[in-house]
C-alpha cells in the first residue's frame, strides 16, 4: 500500500508511540506530528524520535493528516473527539485504540455526525504493564489481534485501508459489532484484570499479607502480573464497561460458590470434578491456539 503522508498521533505513550514506530518501520508514513495533554511527553516523543513536530493541540496534529490515531484513556474520547472535528475530511482514516467500543462509538456518532464515516473503532489487543513513550515498541503490535468495530456509518474504503494499515504492521484484523466486543472482552479481559486487582489486595491487606507476599512463588507471579497495571486506564475501562463486567462478576460468584459448597461439604470427588472441567477445558483452548498445554 501506498505511504501515508501524514500521521497525527494524539496521545504519544505507549500504544499512540508504538504505532507511529510501526507504520515508520514499515514505511507506511513520511511524517509524524504528536500531541499529548502532557506538552513534557509530546516534547520527550519528539526527542526519542517518535514524532517528528510537536502539536500545540489535538487539532493541529489533526491538520494535514491523513491518517490519525487517538490514543488516549477512553473518557477522554469525547473530548477528543470535539477538539479535532472541524479538521475530520471524508477521506481521513480516523481511528482509536479503546479497550470498549460501545461508550467510544456513541461518543463519535454524537460528536462528529455526518463526518463519523471516517472513523473505524480499533481495540488492538497489545500493550505492557509500564506505560509512557519510553516504553513505546515497534513490534507491540506484531503477531497480535486487531479488533475492527466499524458503524454503519463508517465508510467501506476506510474500514479496508484501517484493515491493510494493521496488516501490514504484522496485525491479526477482526472485525465485530461494538456491543459484541465489550461483551467478550468482559469476559476474557476486564473480568481477569478486576480479579487480579481483587486478589491481591486480599492477600496484601491481610495483617500477615508481606509474610505471605514474601513466600509466593510463580504461580502467583503469573496470576497476578496484570494487578501491576495503569490504575486510570483501568478505572476507565471498568467504569465504561460496568454492565458487561457486572454481568461477568454475577457468573464468578456462581461459580465460586459452587467450588465454596463442595469444599465446604467435604466432598473430594465433585471438587476433583469441577477442577477436571476447568483444566480439561484449559488445556482445550490452549491446544485451539495453536500451543501444547501447560504442565
Not at 470427588?269 to 484449559?282: F, K, N, V, W
Amino acid at each position: 500500500m501506498a505511504p501515508f503522508t501524514q500521521l497525527g498521533v494524539i496521545g504519544c505513550g505507549l500504544m499512540g508511540g508504538s504505532f507511529a514506530l510501526a507504520l515508520r518501520q514499515a514505511g507506511l508514513v513520511r511524517r509524524v506530528v504528536g500531541y499529548s495533554k502532557s506538552p513534557s511527553t509530546t516534547e520527550r516523543a519528539r526527542r526519542l524520535g517518535v514524532i517528528d513536530i510537536a502539536a500545540e493541540s489535538a487539532l493541529l496534529a489533526v491538520s494535514g493528516s491523513d491518517i490519525v490515531l487517538i490514543a488516549v484513556p477512553v473518557a477522554a474520547s469525547e473530548a477528543t473527539f470535539k477538539a479535532i472535528r472541524h479538521l475530520v475530511e471524508p477521506s481521513v482514516l480516523l481511528m482509536d485504540v479503546g479497550s470498549t467500543k460501545r461508550d467510544v462509538v456513541d461518543a463519535a456518532r454524537r460528536v462528529l455526525r455526518e463526518r463519523v464515516s471516517s472513523f473505524v473503532p480499533a481495540h488492538p489487543i497489545a500493550g505492557k504493564e509500564s506505560a509512557g513513550v519510553e516504553h513505546a515498541d515497534a513490534g507491540l503490535y506484531a503477531g497480535r489481534k486487531v479488533i475492527l468495530t466499524p458503524m454503519q456509518q463508517t465508510s467501506p474504503d476506510l474500514v479496508r485501508r484501517a484493515t491493510e494499515v494493521w496488516t501490514a504492521i504484522g496485525s491479526q484484523v477482526l472485525c465485530m459489532t461494538p456491543e459484541n466486543h465489550d461483551a467478550a472482552f468482559a469476559a476474557v479481559s476486564h473480568l481477569p484484570h478486576l480479579l487480579a486487582f481483587a486478589y491481591f489486595n486480599a492477600v496484601a491487606q491481610q495483617p500477615a499479607g508481606h509474610e505471605f507476599l514474601s513466600l509466593a512463588g510463580p504461580g502467583f507471579r503469573d496470576f497476578t502480573r496484570i494487578a501491576a497495571s495503569d490504575p486510570a486506564v483501568w478505572r476507565d475501562i471498568l467504569s465504561s464497561n460496568r454492565e458487561e463486567v457486572l454481568r461477568q462478576l454475577d457468573r464468578l460468584r456462581a461459580s465460586l460458590d459452587g467450588f465454596d459448597a463442595v469444599i465446604r461439604s467435604g466432598e473430594a470427588a465433585a471438587l476433583e470434578q469441577l477442577i477436571r472441567l476447568a483444566s480439561e477445558a484449559r488445556s482445550g483452548w490452549q491446544m485451539s491456539q495453536g500451543k501444547p498445554p501447560a504442565r
